[in-house]
């Protein structure tokens, strides 16, 4: 698609949204991005993102493709106050399906990691769009695409006053609220085929002011597993504050109040980071959110869809967000959107539906796998989950203490080097000896003193200790 296209219109202004426009941008003459909710002059919690004010998380891929997207965009969060940890270990601490990573020395390749607030990020993303000389950002809401059914084709959007503005094409950026399933239907479509898991999360989320010097590590997290279905998140942002996240799997309630959010604390990560939290002030109050299912709306197999719209971001897959890949996936996704528009003779929406599914296909496998066989949530599952959920936990087990695994599953988990989150042979070889060793070192120990082996504190399994083989 070339020049010659005149105006592209986006439903929705946030960080999918802008990253849609940005890459129009360069392929139409005008692009008009409609949102209803006010959008703040500096960075600011929106109305419309409940779940702004939890904590997000921007993979170190995801900080890669929005530079991409906007030259500079990373100097200037750096220059803002934004964290960053540049092959620095002992700043992550990285707990997973009840496995702390071993990374204690510096990294071998090259890490780079962000840590901008939500706000912060969104803010930074829409100022730089909004100055493109081709982008208006218009507070409007869309009530429905118009859609002409001779030619199968939408030709532009009908806004909620009324008005009936035209466009070559329309991108869906309306996040999981999306109506195009429904619109499709009264279009003579098929609604698309969705992939969905009953993850069932429970968010309280209390941002703080944690002292200086208390602890060195800046990104906290500790994943909920199947003895253990609650986890937290704890990152420090740009202004200096905190946020600390409690989340509960498989429809267990988090906490309620900041005391019991420190009690979960003292259980799931290393004393001086529980210590710390205890020491922090509250700001403001505890917020609350419920995500209750992952979604992939499977667009890529339809066997017809109209053209002139395309779903972008959660609009096609909202992906279980304690595994901290939603923008991410949707920086990727524009790689994808601009890749489609670049090829003049294709079918865009067959294109781009099925790239965008070919992204997201390993990254949905595998969260897939950990909600339904180390998360425990309830639903079907393909009968080869269960054993590649006890291989991908063998291998946690061996990154506890080998510093090779634990970087390449740092990275992996990043959506570096592969979306897939599948390890090579020697990676495999090394992990199988790894966890013999400490098998038979465990057993040779219990033969000489039959307290070795037990849990260090009543009740509470070793988190730490790696499974056997």
């Not at 779940?51 to 921007?58: A, D, F, K, S, T």
């Not at 619109?183 to 200086?212: C, K, M, N, S």
């Not at 001086?272 to 109050?285: F, Q, V």
């Amino acid at each position: 698609m070339g020049r010659s296209a005149n105006h592209a219109v986006v439903i929705g202004a946030s960080i999918a949204g802008m990253c849609a426009a940005r890459v129009l941008s360069d392929f139409f003459d005008r692009v008009t991005v409609y949102e209803r909710d006010e959008l703040p002059s500096a960075p600011a919690q929106r109305s419309a993102v409940p779940q702004g004010r939890h904590l997000h998380l921007l993979l170190a891929r995801g900080a890669q493709e929005l530079e991409t997207l906007f030259p500079g965009l990373l100097d200037d969060m750096v220059a803002a106050g934004v964290p960053v940890l540049r092959n620095r270990p002992d700043c992550i601490h990285f707990g997973a399906a009840g496995h702390v990573l071993g990374t204690t020395g510096r990294l071998h390749e090259e890490f780079t990691a962000y840590v901008p607030s939500r706000p912060h990020l969104e803010w930074q993303i829409r100022r730089r769009t909004a100055a493109l000389p081709n982008v208006t950002v218009t507070p409007a809401g869309v009530a429905e695409p118009a859609f002409d059914a001779v030619s199968e084709r939408v030709t532009g959007v009908r806004l909620d006053s009324g008005e009936e503005v035209r466009a070559d094409l329309v991108v869906d950026a309306a996040g999981r609220g999306t109506r195009l399933p429904v619109w499709l239907q009264q279009w003579g479509f098929d609604r698309p085929p969705e992939d969905t898991v009953e993850v069932g999360i429970g968010y309280a989320t209390q941002h703080l002011r944690i002292p200086d010097g208390l602890i060195t590590e800046r990104v906290v997290v500790a994943g909920a597993s199947a003895q253990q279905p609650r986890g937290l998140g704890l990152l420090c942002y740009e202004d200096g504050s905190w946020v600390l996240t409690t989340f509960g799997v498989a429809r267990t309630e988090p906490p309620q109040d900041f005391a019991a959010m420190c009690a979960l604390a003292d259980e799931i990560v290393p004393s001086h980071i529980a210590a710390a939290i205890r020491r922090g002030e509250p700001i403001g109050d505890v917020a609350f959110h419920k995500f209750p299912v992952s979604r992939w709306r499977r667009y890529h197999k339809m066997a017809r869809f109209p053209a002139g719209i395309l779903p972008f971001g959660d609009a096609v897959a909202s992906f279980n967000p304690t595994f901290g890949q939603g923008m991410t996936m949707t920086s990727i996704q524009a790689g994808r959107l601009r890749r489609a528009l670049r090829s003049p003779d294709a079918d865009l929406a067959a294109d781009f539906n099925s790239a965008v599914a070919k992204s997201t296909y390993p990254v949905w496998t595998m969260n897939a796998i950990g909600d339904l066989v180390l998360h425990q949530a309830p639903g079907p599952a393909p009968w080869w989950y269960r054993p590649v959920g006890g291989l991908f936990d063998q291998f946690l087990g061996a990154a506890e203490t080998d510093p090779v695994l634990a970087e390449w599953f740092l990275r992996r988990f990043s959506l570096l080097d592969s979306l897939y989150l599948v390890p090579p042979m020697r990676l495999v070889g090394r992990t199988i000896a790894h966890n013999a060793r400490l098998w038979l070192t465990e057993r040779s120990g219990k033969a000489t003193s039959p307290q070795r082996g037990r849990d260090p504190v009543p009740g509470r399994s070793d988190q730490r200790r790696a499974p056997r083989p």
